[in-house]
């Protein structure tokens, strides 16, 4: 705390308290010459020097509003409407932290009870928990969750396109537990399930932008009694086919897409849903609506699957809290876009991804598997362009210009050292379209 108001009289029943009569007294084990050692800091600044100082180093970064920016691989460049902020910074939600007294906490329960449910339609799913602390976390919970749902199952498939990051996470979570990880390429259906399947995960859309078929790969899950988990990106599912209706048991998204900033990587979101058989195997909380005896609606914990509070030892899970202010955020971003606007900003997206796409498709020594090759599939708003130099490369080159033309797959795979994924979104104008096409050719020359 920058100020505690302390009077003479609090210190002195605190002292009291702990049985000494002085500050000194209570630091007398600390050694003489090691109680105020001398720092060398330089004397003090103003304010006003303190923040021409700050503005002048954080000058030196190229930040998303000052550039072309087509730079996703999970973080995303989405506008975020000003009543968010005006709305999630008031008062009494920068001060609900968590409802660990429900009967009392009626306005935070109402909004995770909101969110819950526009994040369940979203997504196709009967419930949703409050919440995860990222899309990475969300999904590893989720197949820790199948995991244990399955018993003695222990074979766990992975796309080949899951986000490199994600997958780390996965594997740190099942570092002590006896499970066998196996990765698949193409469609979902292509893993060869069997009776010791615990679960699939499928990307929707994938690392590449990519969108695949789930129905097929969902149905092949459960005739082995298998469960299916997508990752989704909540964007998309405006647009699409939702993954619950294409029959996801599990569906997990990273939620800083819906009205939160990249904030450098955090905090964001973890979205989480399940079926309904599934609900008391999902950690995190569930808000419900209910009516008190005299009917008036209220809001109550239904479900509070804290496990270091249920299973104690037995626990699996370290979710203990939800991110109630990002949840908050996002709650906020999808009741003011309504359908109609989250599904333009979704159409927006793919419109822009396919011209962007389209465009650099033509550039000499430039190709776009994605448009070159029908079988690659559709994608949404990111797909991989192969680039006659190397893409890092092009990223420094570019950057210089203002122009961040996207994520060198070196970074994650030193073999992609010619792979530039490229990610649209509405924020992104023609202009700057454009600019990205002229600069790659002058570029890669």
């Known amino acids: 705390m920058p100020y505690i108001a302390n009077s003479d009289a609090d210190r002195k029943a ?14 007398a084990d600390i050694p003489q010459a090691k109680r105020f050692p001398k720092l060398a800091l330089p004397e003090g600044i103003s304010e006003l020097e303190v923040t021409r100082e700050i503005e002048a180093m954080a000058a030196n970064n190229l930040n998303a509003s000052a550039c072309a920016w087509f730079l996703g691989a999970g973080a995303y460049n989405h506008f975020v409407p000003a ?44 419930v949703v928990n409050a919440s995860h602390y990222d899309g990475a976390t969300a999904l590893a919970e989720a197949v820790l969750m199948a995991w244990n749902h399955g018993g003695s199952r222990k074979r766990v498939f992975l796309p080949a396109a899951l986000h490199p990051e994600y997958r780390d996470v996965i594997r740190t979570y099942f570092a002590a537990f ?9 469609e979902p259906s292509s893993a060869p399930v069997d009776a010791d399947t ?39 599912c405006a647009i699409l086919k939702s993954p619950g209706e294409l029959g996801a048991d599990i569906v ?55 496990e270091q509070h249920i299973r104690r030892e037995k626990a699996v899970s370290n979710i203990c809290s939800n991110q109630g202010l990002v949840m ?14 989250m599904r333009q900003v979704a159409e927006l997206c793919w ?7 389209s465009e650099i498709a033509k550039i000499p020594g430039c190709k776009v598997p994605a448009i070159d090759k029908p079988n690659e599939g559709a994608f949404f708003k990111e797909f991989v362009v192969t680039t006659p130099i190397p893409a890092a490369d092009l990223v420094e080159k570019l950057s210089r210009r203002a122009v961040v033309p996207g994520l060198a797959l070196s970074k994650y795979d030193p073999k992609r ?29």
């Not at 605190?14 to 630091?27: A, D, R």
């Not at 908050?328 to 606007?341: I, P, S, W």
């Not at 010619?418 to 570029?443: F, G, H, P, R, Y």
Request: glycine residues 10%.
């Open 417 to 445: 050292k010619n792979e530039l994924l490229v990610c649209v979104t509405e924020m992104n104008t023609k202009a700057q379209i454009d600019l990205l096409v002229t600069s790659l050719k002058e570029a890669a020359k």
């Open 14 to 27: 605190m002292l009291g308290t702990v049985g000494v009569s002085s500050i000194e007294e209570l630091f």
């Open 351 to 357: 419109n822009k991804a396919h011209y962007a796409a």
């Open 328 to 341: 908050l955020q996002a709650c906020v971003y999808m009741a003011l876009m309504g359908k109609n606007g």
């Open 252 to 306: 997990t998204a990273e939620g800083q897409a819906l009205g939160n900033a990249m904030n450098f990587g955090g905090p964001w979101l973890g979205m989480m849903g399940a079926t309904a058989k599934l609900m008391r195997k999902m950690p995190g909380r569930i808000v419900g609506q209910a009516q008190d005896h005299e009917g008036r609606r209220g809001f109550v914990l239904t479900l509070t699957a804290r």
């Open 83 to 126: 009543a968010v902020g005006a709305i999630s910074s008031r008062g009494e939600f920068l001060t609900a932290y968590t409802p660990y007294q429900p009967e009392v906490s009626q306005g935070t329960l109402q909004a995770i009870f909101e969110y819950q449910s526009m994040a369940a339609e979203l997504l196709g799913m009967e």
């Open 178 to 186: 006896a499970v066998e990880f196996v990765e698949y390429s193409g």
């Open 198 to 236: 615990s679960c699939v995960v499928a990307s929707y859309p994938d690392f590449e932008g990519r969108i695949r078929d789930l129905k097929a790969g969902a149905d092949k899950a459960h005739a082995a009694g298998a469960l299916f988990i997508v990752h989704a990106d909540p964007i998309m």
